[in-house]
Antibody
Framework: QVQLVQSGPEVKKPGSSVKVSCKAS????????VTWVRQAPGQGLEWMGG????????SYAQRFRDRVSITTDESSTTAHMVLSSLRSEDTAVYYC???????????????????WGQGTTVTVAS | DIQMTQSPSSLSASVGDRVTITCRAS??????VNWYQQKPGNAPTLLIY???SLQSGVPSRFSGSGSGTDFTLTISSLQREDFATYYC?????????FGQGTKLAIK
């Protein structure tokens, strides 16, 4: 059973960048996708972007498109998310999640985030 | 982007109650809706995929329905461990989006 283990908490200055890692323990991302979701304090889930195999290149939410990058390493065991030009509003818990195809009884496939990392707290403060 | 609108945003109920949460998409998305549960301090967990298919290990009191633009998550008989926040999410577009969440509290 694959588990996703994320890197530790980060404290960053406004204007800097942060890199959060997500290691797949007991598996790889080779046949799956990986996405990143963040949650500001007391707020809901916000999808930032991800790499879904059948769709090829990464997709990013419009509001992050110019300052986020999501990659996986060559062994496909670790995914990385880099968020640049940090501001205080980026203070949040950042989650990685595996995106896997799930099949229904009728034989249809749907992609869903079925395994999640534990979350990484990023604090942006001067 | 496809907008997902959940209602209600919060809900109080008692153990044993039947509860329904709704989610409306801003355009037709067939059955490309997933539902997640999140408890405080924890990562979300997948409950339902493809609008109505139960993820392995999820109790059968959870069910999902809908297609097109309107979707529902139903808990047939609330248990104490079900008090949490629930989110819908669309996977029709490569640009995924979540609903704003429904916080289910004990009455």
């Amino acid at each position: 059973q694959v588990q996703l283990v994320q890197s530790g908490p980060e404290v960053k200055k406004p204007g800097s960048s942060v890199k959060v890692s997500c290691k797949a323990s007991g598996g790889t991302f080779s046949n799956y996708g990986v996405t990143w979701v963040r949650q500001a304090p007391g707020q809901g889930l916000e999808w930032m972007g991800g790499v879904i195999p059948i769709f090829g290149s990464p997709s990013y939410a419009q509001r992050f498109r110019d300052r986020v990058s999501i990659t996986t390493d060559e062994s496909s065991t670790t995914a990385h998310m880099v968020l640049s030009s940090l501001r205080s509003e980026d203070t949040a818990v950042y989650y990685c999640a595996r995106v896997a195809p799930a099949v229904t009884a009728g034989g249809s496939y749907y992609y869903a985030m079925d395994v999640w990392g534990q979350g990484t707290t990023v604090t942006v403060a001067s | 982007d496809i907008q997902m609108t959940q209602s209600p945003s919060s809900l109080s109920a008692s153990v044993g109650d039947r509860v329904t949460i709704t989610c409306r998409a801003s355009q037709h998305i067939n059955s490309y809706v997933n539902w997640y549960q999140q408890k405080p301090g924890n990562a979300p967990t997948l409950l339902i995929y493809g609008a109505s298919s139960l993820q392995s290990g999820v109790p059968s009191r959870f069910s999902g329905s809908g297609s097109g633009t309107d979707f529902t998550l139903t808990i047939s008989s609330l248990q104490r461990e079900d008090f949490a926040t629930y989110y819908c999410q669309q996977s029709y577009s490569t640009l995924y989006t979540f609903g704003q969440g429904t916080k289910l509290a004990i009455k």
